[in-house]
């Protein structure tokens, strides 16, 4: 303890240094974990959206072969009814899936009476997305991504269809429109259609051609009873994977041939920001301790300078050249140890500020205004913390030892 409150004496014989090196460390911190904080949000809210607000769930099923050869014809690469049972029957046995929905992507031809145009459709049980909505634990998830009323089983001719494809065929909520495409057996086929609700296209390729009907209205569009493909949701992210190496053993037992992929896997955008992040990320990283690390070297080559007859002094009365590396190697870390409990009160007041402020951004993907947010990441915290003591300690190392080198003759002369 006598060394340490040395030490800590030592600091602020020189307080105005010493409390520039300390605003440093903590900025470093804030800056680090403030960025972290909101990568943190931004990969979370991402796959909130993707999940629950989109109802893509954490697992889909396909037929094996659909995403390789279905874009061609993907009219043989549907699940039948009897797969769809079997599928179904041996997921009833996993407490850990919440609901498996099947879906039927089409395209085809949307008219207004005067003109048409392409559209491409997902068709969906509108109950069992708001059921995967409503498992959403964060606002993200649970965000509305449409203008209107919701689509129900009841409506199945009840459709959504984008801002851009909505302008272009002049609709408005409540119009009527036609839907054209070719049935699984070639003929062609046309419903009459009602627009419930206009929808967020989540990106700007699909503005003028998205749409969203109802599971029933797409079957009878392509007059069939199959699906292309069967959405899982689980309880638990966590449990994505390991579900998916069981589901695809029992699959392969019953003679299923089907392919499982994760919600991941079929974001490449979620994967791409998140790469990108965490490029920015590290580079903020390296850019904020690098100027740490120069900030406490040149306290302590100072601090070093300054001193130097007094290193000579405790030289002389017998301290070893460790005791004079260890004494500086204590201050360093006393300066990291100040700033980081600084950087992390500033870090507490900015994420307060924001939860209190409630500020908002458009994300991308997302059309509409979110809550802006800083997570508080744990362990980003802790390693912050360790990096930044075992930083300062490193960074007083070398000026230390040079010092604790000197010849005492040398430096009781030392001007």
């Known amino acids: 303890m006598t060394w340490i409150n040395l030490a800590v004496r030592n600091l602020f014989r020189n307080g105005r240094r010493s409390l520039f090196t300390i605003a440093a460390i903590a900025l470093g911190f804030l800056a680090v974990n403030a960025l972290g904080g909101f990568t943190a949000y931004i990969f979370s809210s991402l796959k909130d959206s993707y999940i629950y607000a989109e109802a893509n769930g954490h697992l889909t099923i396909f037929k094996e072969g659909f995403l390789d050869k279905g874009k061609l014809d993907p009219t043989l690469y549907l699940l039948s009814e009897q797969e769809l049972g079997t599928i179904k029957e041996i997921l009833s046995h996993y407490p850990e899936v919440v609901i498996a929905t099947p879906q039927l992507q089409i395209s085809g031809l949307l008219s207004n009476g005067h003109v048409s145009t392409i559209f491409v459709a997902s068709g969906r049980v509108p109950s069992d997305m708001q059921t995967i909505s409503r498992q959403a634990g964060g606002a993200m998830g649970k965000i509305k991504l449409y203008d209107g009323k919701p689509l129900t089983n009841d409506a199945v001719y009840g459709i959504g269809v984008s801002h851009g494809l909505a302008k272009q065929l002049n609709l408005k909520l409540g119009s009527s429109a036609v839907a054209m495409a070719p049935t699984v057996s070639g003929q062609i086929n046309a419903l009459d259609a009602q627009l419930l609700q206009f929808i967020d296209a989540p990106i700007e390729a699909l503005e003028d051609k998205l749409a969203t009907v109802p599971l029933q209205f797409a079957q009878n569009l392509y007059d069939t009873k199959n699906v292309d493909r069967l959405t899982v949701l689980l309880k638990n992210n966590d449990q994505t994977y390991a579900i998916r190496e069981r589901l695809a053993s029992e699959f392969a037992a019953a003679d299923l041939k089907l392919e499982i992929k994760t919600w991941n896997e079929l974001s490449p955008f979620y994967t ?90 458009i994300p991308p993907q997302i059309t509409r205004e979110v809550p802006l947010q800083i997570h508080m990441v744990s362990e980003y915290w802790l390693y912050s913390v360790l990096l930044l003591l075992l930083l300062s300690l490193l960074s007083a190392i070398l000026p230390a030892r040079k010092a604790a080198r000197m010849e005492i003759t040398n430096a009781l002369g030392y001007a």
């Open 272 to 361: 791409k920001v998140k790469k990108m992040f965490n490029v920015i990320f590290l580079i903020t990283f390296l850019i904020v301790f690098t100027i740490v690390v120069m900030s406490v070297v040149n306290t302590v080559t100072m601090a070093v300078m300054e001193r130097t007859r007094e290193i000579g002094t405790l030289r002389a009365l017998g301290m070893k050249r460790t005791g004079i590396v260890a004494l500086f190697s204590l201050e360093s870390m006393a300066l990291g140890s100040f700033g980081s409990l600084l950087g992390v009160a500033l870090t507490l007041l900015l994420v307060n500020m924001i939860e209190l402020l409630r500020p908002t951004w």
